[in-house]
């Protein structure tokens, strides 16, 4: 499942960064994926996997796009609150 969020609109040498949080701690390790781009290309980025918060940037340059996730927790699932 992809979550969407904010637009974005880049210019060359952008990053967006991402904040994932679990709201709940149930011990569950969680893992993301973040979309980005190469060029005007779509790309998905691992992020770090952590039982706590999970952060980092993607490339984005010149492209107007919303940010969007793709997160799994291991074992358990979890809730999240992202930006």
Known sequence: MVCQGDGVIGSPGTRVG???KQVN???TLLCCKARGY???TEVWVDLLCSP???TG???WGSVAASK???CKGTPLGTSIEWS
């Open 68 to 70: 969007a996730i793709q």
């Open 57 to 59: 940037s993607v490339p």
């Open 52 to 54: 706590d918060d999970v």
């Open 18 to 20: 991402y904040t994932i």
């Open 25 to 27: 701690n149930v011990g």
């Open 38 to 40: 190469q060029g005007n």
